[in-house]
Nanobody, 121 residues
Framework: QVQLVESGGGLVQPGGSLRLSCAAS????????MAWYRHHPGKQRELVAT???????NYADFVQGRFAISRDNAKKMVYLQMNSLKPEDTAAYFC???????????????WGQGTQVTVSS
């Protein structure tokens, strides 16, 4: 059974920083594109950043150079370094990964349970 577990959320003041982590575990043949999403209550989930297996990255426009996604393939981890946080960054942050569980299977999207980030003074 594949699991994604996020950590690192919490309460931070505006202008502060947080580093989110996501650990993938279980029967994983290949860990492909990984991503961070966020969800504000009452709004649709939105993509924050993606990172491909070889490290190429993409960011949502609202990141504006404040966030950095990275991964450690050996540890099956993905990270989101968030700097210059704003109150509007308050949301539940979710990790997602496209995973092949065998050499013959296709990619399946897995999700973590989320970690809450609250930016407030």
């Amino acid at each position: 059974q594949v699991q994604l577990v996020e950590s690192g959320g919490g309460l931070v003041q505006p202008g502060g920083s947080l580093r989110l982590s996501c650990a993938a575990s279980g029967s994983i043949f290949a860990l492909n594109t990984m991503a961070w999403y966020r969800h504000h209550p009452g709004k649709q989930r939105e993509l924050v950043a993606t990172i491909a297996s070889r490290g190429s990255t993409n960011y949502a426009d609202f990141v504006q150079g404040r966030f950095a996604i990275s991964r450690d393939n050996a540890k099956k981890m993905v990270y989101l370094q968030m700097n210059s946080l704003k109150p509007e960054d308050t949301a539940a942050y979710f990790c997602s990964a496209e995973i092949r569980i065998t050499a013959l299977s296709g990619n399946v999207a897995y999700w973590g349970q989320g970690t809450q980030v609250t930016v407030s003074s």
